[in-house]
Structure formats: C-alpha cells, structure tokens
C-alpha cells in the first residue's frame, strides 16, 4: 500500500474512530456525568473570540449560535482524530506492530488530560472533575486505538477477510453511538435553533409571561445545578459584620414582590428576549447593610455557581430599593434554568447585570470586570427604548377592513409616555394606546385599529418616547456592544 493511500485509508478510519469516541464520550456524559470536550472548551474559545466576532454572532444567530459551536467543536474533534489515524496508518507502514494505533491514541490522550482540560478549567488529568476523569478519557481513546487497528491501519499481515469482519464491529459500535448522539443533542438543538425560550406565544404579548415562554440566555451549555439544601449565600468583602445564608434564611427576611421586565443584551430590534415576570426575593442595600459596609467599600460584585461574575456601584445599590436578590418567579420557587435557589435582579438593566446561581455579594474597592464585559459588552447596560410589533407578523396576507396593530415597548426605569405607528414606511406617525404597566418597571402593551384605504404592500413601522421626552434611537445598531437600536420594521400585504 502506498503511503497516499495509507494515509486516506487511515483518515477514513480515524473519523469513524473518532465518531465513536465522541457518541460514547456524550453518553459518558449522561450516564456517569463525564463532561463532553466541545462543552469544557466554550468559555476558553468565547475568552480568545473577539468581542466584535462574538456580538456578531450572537445578532446572526441568536440561540443556534450554542449549536453552530458545538457542532463545530465536534467536527473539529472528527477531523482531528482523522488526520492522527492518518499518521498512525503511515507510521504503521514503517512500524509494522499492533500497538502503533495505541500508540498514537496514547498521545492524543495526553494532549486531553495534560493540556486540554487544564485549560478548560477541569485541573491537571481533569482531576477536578473527579479521580476516575483520566481513565475514563484512556478508555475512549482504547476504544479509539481498537477502529484503528481492525479497520485498516493495524499490522498488514493480518488476514484481510479477518479484518474486514472486525472491522464491522467498531463500524457498528459507530453507527450506533452517532444515531444515540443525535438523539441525545438533537432534542436540545432542534429547541435551541427553531423554538428557543421565550419564543411560541403568538397574538399580543400578555402582561406577564408565562414561565415557560420566559426567555432564557446563558453562557453554558450545560447549567448548573444547585442543591437548595446545602446552598449558602456569601455576603462579605470589605464589610464589618460578614455572612452567611441558607436558602431558608433568605425566605425569612423582610421580602419585597416586584413586576419587572427584563431584557437581555442581545436581543435584537423586535425580537423576544424579553419577559415579564412578578419576582420575590430581598433588597440588596439591606443585605448590605447588614454586612456593614467598610469606609473603601464603593462596589458590590457578584460571583455565581458557573463562574459568571458582575460587579455594580454601591450606590446604585443603595439608592435603588428595586435591586433585588430573588427566589420566586410568579409565586414560585425559581426554575433551576432561571438560577434556583437565588439570582440578582436590577431593573432598568439587561439581563447581564443579574447573575443567576448566586454564590457570593462582596463589597470591593473598585469595578469587577463582569464576564461579558471582558469580552467588551458594555459595562453600564442599561436599557434602551425599544418597542415591537406582536400583530400582525412580518410578511402576513390581511384582508381590507379594520386591523388590529399590537405590540409591546419597554424604555427600563424611564417609562414609556408616547408609542407611535407608521403604515407608510414612516413618513408619518399616528399615536397608539397603551395599558398602564403592572409598573414602573415593566413594558407597556400598546394597541390601535389601522384602516388601510386599499390592497397593496405596506411597511409598518413603531416607536416610543420615554417619560423623560427622549424619543428611541432611530439609528439601527446591531447588539454588540450595548443592545440592538432602530425602528422595528415589518412588510404586510392587504388583500382586497
């Protein structure tokens, strides 16, 4: 065999090889809880993307941009396994044993243990992970070394009908293994791409959205899971009188309910990364107080069960009793997704500001770099104007008559005074109804009766002016670095 045709013969069988390895690698995952490597290594790939790259991803592909990662880490991991069974058949053809696979299965397992997940945040051999991290990785890989050897890149001495019959086993264990990923990721990426959290309500936005439909952004693709028994809350720092609570501690101090809006960062124009819910929990300036703030105190800084920080000045916390640390959503526990047992509310903010899974509040000297504003998202955060369309959809058939135009608009603390409509690409303006809020920290649901004159295609337009007179940005601005501007836009067609 020449070594072209050695080295092809290789990469084909280091794929397969590979594909197995991952597949069991995910159903390591789900049955002893071994941590899949495409996940281990998002933070350090999201730590080295610019943040420009990364905010344009994020404008572009919203929740699938988790899927397109992962889905490249894994194709990475193939191909790479591919290209060492390459190397292992050409070696194979100077070095005719039956532990040249092992061989360089043993080294990609070193590269794993040594580099990989030390750099992912799993310790030295994935250690942290727990002592039986190593060897289940030098399994993987032995099962890597067996495609290897029986599918074409062992000793040429063995019989060819033999090996062809072995080789069946590992294309089998393959095939089975790949079908079992895809129905392990599948369900989760077919939600993640086509029907993300916050997404299938259809007609008008009601005042509070159900907790199902309550969007839901984070940086992990696997969340923690916080045990409510043994969970306790940090609160020190630069303060006289640290502490500690449980969760029960936390329900039994004076409680504060507060309907609020929230909104991540990166929702774009129009879009649905934006809930309302009714939160219960307690103000931070009393926790804070109750720590006894040190005279060089100026910031409080958050730190969460997933290693998300966030740091805010302490006197926004002090003259803002809305500041919240929650532990109910509409009368409710918090869902584990939504940061069970307790997360950081701060209206008037996007999403960021508040981290979910909160571990510690401690009082600092000076700004902690929250995780996205490391990657260059802005470190203020705080909410613009913005307004939507629920009704009618973007590119729906009305017939003539009376039509209903919806939606929501939202400007954080500052209110919302004015929302207008325009059905002529903005050329003019007439001015919408709108409820009162459930407060003065939640969005309006505004309302008109449009009479178009006559069939044909219309370009609608929306936007509100905040209680202080500032009329919303007009300027389109995608949501890196400090959220998405402009008017919201949709197309119609008016039947006759």
């Not at 993307?49 to 899927?67: C, E, N, R, S, Y």
């Not at 990475?76 to 060492?84: F, K, N, P």
């Not at 039509?403 to 002529?424: H, N, W």
């Amino acid at each position: 065999m020449t070594r072209r045709a050695a080295a092809w013969s290789g990469f084909g069988w280091g794929c397969i090889g590979g594909a197995t390895l991952v597949a069991l690698m995910y159903w390591g995952g789900a049955i002893i809880g071994l941590r899949p490597l495409p996940q281990l290594l998002n933070e350090p790939i999201l730590s080295l993307m610019p943040g420009f790259v990364f905010g344009f991803l994020i404008d572009t592909l919203q929740h699938a941009g988790k899927v397109v990662e992962e889905v490249g880490l894994i194709v990475a991991m193939v191909v790479a396994l591919g290209a060492l069974g390459a190397a292992s058949a050409v070696a194979n053809l100077r070095w005719t044993s039956t532990w040249v696979p092992f061989a360089f299965a043993g080294l990609a397992w070193v590269i794993v243990v040594v580099i990989l997940l030390p750099v992912a945040g799993a310790g030295m051999l994935g250690l942290n992970d727990g002592p039986a991290t190593p060897v289940t990785w030098a399994a993987l890989f032995a099962i890597y070394a067996v495609v290897l050897q029986f599918g074409g890149t062992g000793p040429p001495d063995v019989d060819l009908g033999r090996r062809r019959l072995l080789a069946a086993v590992p294309v089998g264990i393959a095939a089975v293994s790949v079908g079992g990923l895809a129905l392990r990721l599948f369900p989760d990426w077919y939600e993640a791409i086509f029907n993300p959290p916050g997404s299938g309500l259809g007609g008008i936005s009601p005042e509070i959205t159900p907790v199902g439909n309550f969007y839901i952004v984070s940086k992990n693709f696997v969340d923690p899971s916080v045990d409510g028994q043994s969970w306790r809350l940090r609160v020190g720092g630069l303060a006289d009188k640290p502490f500690s609570l449980s969760l029960a501690d936390l329900r039994a101090l004076p409680a504060t309910e507060e309907y609020v809006t929230l909104e991540c960062i990166s929702n774009n124009v129009g879009g649905d990364q934006m809930s309302t819910g009714n939160f219960k929990g307690v103000a931070l300036r009393d926790l804070v107080a109750m720590a006894g703030p040190q005279a060089q105190a100026g910031w409080v800084a958050f730190k969460a069960r997933d290693g998300y920080t966030e740091s805010i000045p302490l006197s926004l916390v002090t003259g803002a009793p809305e500041v919240l640390v929650v532990y109910e959503l509409d009368g409710a526990p918090l869902p584990m997704s939504h940061g069970f047992p307790a997360r950081m509310l701060i209206p008037g903010h996007y999403g960021m500001k508040g981290p979910k899974w909160l571990d510690s509040i401690d009082l600092v000297t000076q700004e902690a770099r929250g995780y996205w504003e490391q990657q260059g998202w802005d470190h203020n955060a705080v909410v613009k104007t913005t307004s939507r369309f629920d009704v009618p959809q973007d590119g729906e058939i009305i017939k003539v008559g009376a039509i209903q135009v919806a939606g929501v608009a939202f400007a954080g603390l500052r209110g919302i005074s004015k929302v207008e409509y325009s059905t002529d690409g903005g050329s003019s303006w007439s001015v919408a109804n709108f409820d009162a809020p459930l407060s003065k920290l939640t969005w309006v649901i505004w309302r008109a009766t449009w009479s178009p004159n006559s069939h044909g295609s219309y370009t609608l337009r929306v936007r509100a002016t905040d209680a202080a007179g500032s009329l919303q940005d007009s300027g389109n601005a995608p949501s890196y670095p400090s959220g998405s501007s402009g008017y919201h836009t949709i197309h119609v067609n008016v039947s006759g």
